[in-house]
């Protein structure tokens, strides 16, 4: 993973927030929320909680929980903390791979597509179980391939076809390049938790346009460095949103996404 490729600052946290949340996100965290409602945890634990997509659905679902959410990037939360006034949760800057709590403290701990983007995942993996209690569960889940999903797929293939002779990989790399189940399973044992399990989950995008596509991908996310350090000379966000409506057709549209959602497990204390 490139150094910038989990560097929200600027105005991409806002963007991310206005387009990418509604039409990639919000489905998936009303189904990580309630399967961590299931749980019945007292004390959760988010981490690269972005915008607050998942706090707000973790929120609702369990408005009795203690919940701390976390994100490497302060301008990310500063967003999530505008939109979300509950009393019932804090909002902390922290590194995955170094989580300034003490050790056994936390029923749950989760997370909504924020592992691809963890340097050192085994690293991330052991200081997650460090935090968990005894039988506590890690929840998560990670984008399948850009090919399962259509809006990545297309956005994608029009930004090959624009930059041919240096493309963008952002999205292949890291959103959509960590979807080996099996090799994630083993990295979570190794990392030491138990009764590791994931299911493939499928669910439709919608957005009101080809271009609201084109500018939560193009101007909310790391992508949009991608694009601007390529210089280019033409209009990447009209061209984008030219070739979306040649796909899916001009006014609303929708296109279906896939995720990989694992549980996994602390160990009973000895």
Same mark, same amino acid.
């Not at 509604?22 to 690269?48: K, Q």
């Not at 300034?100 to 052991?126: C, H, L």
């Given at each position: 993973?490139?150094?910038?490729?989990?560097?929200?600052? !600027?105005?991409?946290?806002?963007?991310?927030?206005?387009?990418? =949340? %509604?039409?990639?996100?919000?489905?998936?965290?009303?189904?990580?929320?309630?399967?961590?409602?299931?749980?019945?945890?007292?004390?959760?634990? $988010?981490?690269?909680?972005?915008?607050?997509?998942?706090?707000?659905?973790?929120?609702?679902?369990?408005?009795?929980? $203690?919940?701390?959410?976390?994100?490497?990037?302060?301008?990310?939360?500063?967003?999530?903390?505008?939109?979300?006034? *509950? *009393?019932?949760?804090?909002?902390?800057?922290?590194?995955?791979?170094?989580?300034?709590?003490?050790? /056994?403290?936390?029923?749950?701990?989760?997370?909504?597509? *924020?592992?691809?983007?963890?340097?050192?995942?085994?690293?991330?993996?052991?200081?997650?179980?460090?935090?968990?209690?005894?039988? *506590?569960?890690?929840?998560?889940?990670?984008?399948?391939?850009?090919?399962?999903?259509?809006?990545?797929?297309?956005?994608?293939?029009?930004?090959?076809?624009?930059? %041919?002779?240096? %493309?963008?990989?952002?999205?292949?790399?890291? %959103?959509? !390049?960590?979807?080996?189940?099996?090799?994630?399973?083993?990295?979570?044992?190794?990392?030491?938790? /138990?009764?590791?399990?994931?299911?493939?989950?499928?669910?439709?995008?919608?957005?009101?346009?080809?271009?609201? =596509?084109?500018?939560?991908?193009?101007?909310?996310?790391?992508?949009?460095?991608?694009?601007?350090?390529?210089?280019?000379?033409?209009?990447?966000?009209?061209?984008?949103?030219?070739?979306?409506?040649?796909?899916? !057709?001009?006014?609303?549209? $929708?296109?279906?996404?896939?995720?990989? =959602?694992?549980?996994?497990?602390?160990?009973? /204390?000895?």
């Amino acid at each position: 993973m490139a150094m910038n490729d989990a560097c929200f600052q !600027g105005d991409i946290p806002a963007a991310y927030d206005r387009y990418l =949340v %509604p039409i990639l996100f919000d489905s998936y965290a009303a189904d990580l929320a309630r399967r961590l409602a299931s749980l019945h945890p007292h004390r959760i634990l $988010e981490v690269a909680a972005g915008s607050g997509a998942l706090t707000r659905a973790i929120s609702s679902a369990l408005p009795h929980a $203690e919940i701390i959410a976390t994100d490497l990037n302060q301008a990310m939360l500063d967003v999530a903390a505008v939109k979300h006034l *509950g *009393g019932h949760v804090v909002w902390r800057q922290a590194d995955a791979s170094a989580l300034p709590f003490p050790e /056994q403290i936390f029923d749950a701990v989760t997370s909504q597509f *924020g592992v691809m983007f963890f340097p050192d995942k085994e690293r991330a993996y052991r200081e997650i179980l460090r935090v968990l209690k005894p039988k *506590g569960t890690f929840l998560f889940n990670t984008w399948d391939t850009v090919e399962n999903n259509a809006f990545a797929k297309a956005v994608v293939a029009a930004t090959d076809a624009l930059f %041919p002779d240096d %493309p963008l990989p952002f999205f292949r790399r890291t %959103p959509h !390049g960590y979807f080996d189940a099996e090799a994630i399973r083993s990295e979570l044992e190794r990392a030491g938790f /138990q009764s590791v399990t994931f299911a493939k989950v499928e669910k439709i995008s919608r957005a009101p346009s080809a271009r609201d =596509v084109a500018t939560a991908f193009c101007k909310g996310s790391p992508l949009r460095m991608e694009i601007e350090a390529r210089e280019p000379k033409f209009d990447v966000l009209a061209r984008v949103t030219a070739a979306l409506e040649q796909t899916f !057709g001009k006014g609303p549209i $929708e296109g279906q996404m896939s995720a990989l =959602v694992f549980t996994a497990e602390a160990p009973r /204390q000895a």
